[in-house]
C-alpha cells in the first residue's frame, strides 16, 4: 500500500513495525506485509535524494541547506540530508516556533549537522542565502500558482541549485524565478518517481526500469 497525505502519520499506529527512517520522520508513506506484519516505511527521503543527484547533479555531502517550511516534508527531507552529511541546514518557517521545534527534534540524532531556525521573511533570509548550495522548498506553496517573493536572489551564489518537491505541468513559480535568475532548479517530479520506485522495490524486490517515470512525462 502507498499512503499520501493526510494519512501518512495517522496510518503509524496501525502498523506492527516501522522501520528507523519512517520512525524519524514520524509519517509513513508506503506499507509492506511480510507474513502476518504490516511494515511502514517512508520512502519519501530516498527518492529527494535519487532526484537531487540525477535531476540537479547536486552533491549533498558538505552541502549548507536551506528548507523552506517546516512541516512533514520538510521531516523526510531534513532526515534524508542529514543521512547525506549535509553540513548545515536552515529551516525557514513563517510559524518560527515551528521551525524551532523541528531542529530541536533532530539535534541529538544528527549532531554532526548543523542546525538553526529563521522567520520567512526576506530579512532573515538574506542572512542565509549567500551561503546556500541548496534552497530546498517542502512548503504547498506554488501548487496553485503561489510565489514566495521574499527570496533575495541576488545574493543567492551561482553555483546554488534550487528545488521545489511541489510538481506541476508547468514551471512552478519557484523553479521558473530560480532559472530567470541563471540558477539551476527543478520541480519535486522526479522525487515522486524515485520515492515510487523505492516503494516497488520494497514490494517486489526489483527496479520498475523507466516505466513510472515513461508513464509520468507522458500525461504531464
Not at 545574493?155 to 534550487?162: E, H, N, P, T
Not at 521545489?164 to 520541480?187: F, I
Request: include cysteine; hydrophobic fraction near 45%.
Amino acid at each position: 500500500v502507498n499512503v499520501t497525505i493526510p494519512h501518512k502519520e495517522a496510518v503509524c499506529s496501525f502498523l506492527d513495525e516501522i522501520d528507523l527512517d519512517a520512525e524519524l520522520i514520524g509519517a509513513v508513506n508506503t506499507i509492506v506485509r511480510r507474513d502476518d506484519k504490516l511494515i511502514g516505511y517512508n520512502t519519501d527521503g530516498i527518492g529527494l535524494v535519487n532526484s537531487l543527484k540525477s535531476d540537479l547533479g547536486v552533491e549533498l555531502a558538505g552541502c549548507h541547506v536551506v528548507v523552506l517550511g517546516a512541516g512533514g516534508a520538510a521531516r523526510a527531507a531534513i532526515v534524508a540530508l542529514a543521512q547525506q552529511g549535509v553540513r548545515a541546514v536552515v529551516v525557514v518557517n513563517r510559524n518560527v516556533d515551528r521551525a524551532v521545534h523541528l531542529v530541536e527534534r533532530y539535534l541529538d540524532h544528527f549532531p554532526d549537522v548543523e542546525f538553526s531556525a529563521l522567520a520567512l521573511d526576506e530579512t532573515s533570509l538574506t542572512t542565509v542565502a549567500p551561503e546556500a548550495d541548496l534552497i530546498l522548498n517542502s512548503t504547498s506553496i506554488g501548487l496553485s500558482g503561489e510565489s514566495f517573493n521574499v527570496i533575495p536572489w541576488d545574493i543567492v551564489k551561482g553555483s546554488c541549485a534550487v528545488y521545489d518537491m511541489v510538481y506541476a505541468v508547468d514551471e512552478t513559480p519557484l523553479v521558473r524565478s530560480a532559472r530567470q535568475h541563471g540558477l539551476s532548479a527543478c520541480d519535486g517530479l522526479g522525487m515522486l518517481i524515485a520515492q515510487g520506485e523505492a516503494a516497488f522495490q520494497l514490494w517486489t524486490h526489483h527496479h520498475p526500469g523507466e516505466a513510472m517515470r515513461s508513464a509520468l512525462e507522458r500525461v504531464r
